[in-house]
């Protein structure tokens, strides 16, 4: 809350305002960061954060304050949708293309019940970072102690999630209510572990700025500003209402709560009622809805508004209503109420409310507060289904559990619920589950009569859940007992993938099979897709990749209307054709997934995810490097499936040698104990050790990964490779037969053309660590990486090249070297290049293109791209990539991508040499 005087000068909290201005300046330049702001209450924290929505203003950022309240715990994204209220110009036009978040927006369409899925939260929080990127935002959410679980998730997906976005998101909370069983506390915690995360703790002013503040508020008494100073104890906000209290002739009393109530007992009777009436409502009141709460006409209850207004304890907020000045002040006027008086307020608000159709979980708020059961269950019953088309899972579970245990104290329940008890407690498992807690979906569901229904939802849980024993028992009495229809066909899938992974694995395919029959005839289209998608599982795990692909085909051939099935559809069909090797089929299907999930806000989804970094995989493997490279992974991880996201970059970073490689493995290097971050990242991170000539640190990184991928794991082929490539560096024979052991134990039967060229390069590399330079077993890899990856072909030729030379066939080993370059050249992969000029040095092929700076020649310019050029005269001005993306209307990291290629394609390693090496090729 704002405080009564805001102060032109701030008083002793210039350090902490310096690291939040580092913060804003460091998402202005595009890194974005977060702040969590934390202290005692009325001891700043709304006064510092004002002053820096003031500078970010005059900085150009659009700020945006949201506010939670002590209702707001079980009103979802309650500060968020307090924020987005009174957007304007690009921020508009950004929040009405996200018809998502204008339901959270007073007047809001409803979406109806077919829009209440686990999907809608994650549709919700990329439409929220869609939106914030829109330009530079100033986000402010205040008093975070009292968020609600949606919005506590919403603030670590943007902490997490925030990298390259000219985007500073501000928290404040209350250090003094963070008990040890807050939910804050944990998220805090998490928090403050990630790298993007500032926090900033106020402490109590010392003496000497207690005495400056009051000054500055007007004290003028020395005496009397000593007193303040000694009982305001360092808090900014006690303090003032000490002052104010002496300057109205109250008595300094102790405790701020004491002293709040003495400032009010000086109000007329009339204003007191209505002071009452507005403690009741909460956070902020409706003229007209206080007014008709404290029972006075017009005119008695605007003599009694000026009043409190005059003395500082309500504020105007809005255009029509009012708030406290303070959170603490409306705290202590509550708490201070007659427990009948307070019982008989929020029964007139509830009644008020309810004529005004207000939000339900607001009513269901004000109707247990008055002991209104009734009331409270039909509207818990409606907020929990408002909080699930809304995305909010967790709101939407404490509402329903609320109304599941106010149940058997209404008469006449399922009327006012409209519902059953069994639909309702199903609902409220299907919410837990949504939010993530498997086994309280569980103990909802157990709770419940058995029947088949009842006995699928269950299993499905379990197995979930971890409990796979038990969850395959029940699945198959769901089975036994299900009716013909799409009951039968959901519990049939069920059971099939309860089974999929024990020893009864060959039921999985029959049991998959009849519920795709039992689906068709049912038209149950979703659970059509699901048994299709079991089916193609299980050919898949038994080596029938066709068929496998056919039966994804089919998946993916139309909508469903359940978009989590179709995008898992997409992503496995896309899945298994780039494993086939058809890069352009791949890319289609890929291109179709992630347009389908950016148009319904997803693709912030799992399968979204998936889809976009497989797409990724596709332009690498492809040589489509640019367009990988503008995939812009963010470099600062604080958790592993950060971590994951941000390895993906190093299979083109490491392989163009950009000097971005070490510090993004230092970001990573924690995180080594994941299995597939060791995979990837470390596993490269060996690659790159061999391109700098460091080859037993090559074998130390391989050493580490396969000792925490299973010996199972297919990506032990590619490790074992870069192994037995280390060895033959070191001119070691030790270790490589287990290394090779080790690839040929990992082989199976449809592994995918990838899996199998990296089989024959091991094949190779073994005879090469022997001293035997096998043309023969390089050819094979060259043709087997030939299906459409470029990168692994050029670096297969230049071995070729190698063995053909020592066989003494130069004119084919001079043909293969060619290509090799000519590949290494146009992606920029300037390791493979150097390697290649080296061998083309002792050879004495003649001159390759170098990868040191040289000065650039016409046929070097004549490779940029016409936006290149754009970019390169702007690099030329001075500017930097922030300024030169909204020169020419792109992203800060599309101009990164774009300057490092021309780096690339003019053989300079800086953007100086750039510009100075097309001035000499006369381009500027």
Known sequence: MEPQKVQSTLVGRLGELDRLLAVLRAAAE??????????????????LVTELAERARVEGFAVLVGQCAELGDTLPYLPLADALRDVRGELRAALDARPVLGRLLPGGTDAGPESASALTQQQLFGSVLGFLSAQPVLLILEDLHWADQSTRDLVVFLSRMLQGERVCLVGTYRTDDIHRRHPLRRVLAELKRLPSVTSVELSP??????????????GTDARMIDEVVDRAEGNPFYAEELLEAATEGCAMTDGLASLLLSRSELLSESAQRVLRGAAVAGRKADHDLLREASGLDELAFEEAMREIVSRGLIRPSGEYGYAFRHALLQEAVYTDLLPGERTRLHAEFARLLTERNASAAELAHHYLAAHDLSGALAASVEAGRRAERLGAPAEAHRHFERALGLW????????????DHTRLALRTAAAAADMGDNHRAVAHVRALPPSAEVCERLAYYLYDAGQETEALEIAQAAVEAAPEGPLLGRALATFARTVFWTERHAEAEPLAGRALEVARAAGARDAEKSALIMLASCAEFDGDRDRAEELFAQVAAEESGDLAMDLRGLFHYTRIQFERGAMAEAAATADRGIRLAAETGLSWSTYGTDLRFLRFLIHYTAGEWEQARAAGFGRRVGTIPEAILSSFALFVEVAMGV????ERLAWLRPFWRDSLVAYMSRGLAAEHALWRGEPERALDHVTAVLGVLEPSDTGSIRIAAVGLWALAELGRADGADALLGRARSAARTGMGREGTAWLLRAEAEWHRVHGRLDAGAWRAVAEAFDYGFVYEVARSRWRLAEALLAAGDRAAALEEWEQAVKTAESLGARPLGDSLAALGRRARFGPVRRSEPEPAGPDRTAALTGREREVLALVADGLPNREIGERLFIAPKTVSVHVSNILGKLGVASRTQAVAAARRAGLL
């Open 659 to 662: 000097p971005e490689v070490d």
């Open 205 to 218: 002013l010392d003496r000497g700025e207690m005495a400056d503040y009051v000054a500055l508020l007007g």
């Open 30 to 47: 595009g890194t974005a960061g977060v702040a969590l702001v934390g202290g005692d209450a009325g001891i700043g924290k709304t006064r």
């Open 408 to 419: 058997d104290r209404v008469d006449d329940a399922e009327r006012l619920a409209g519902t």
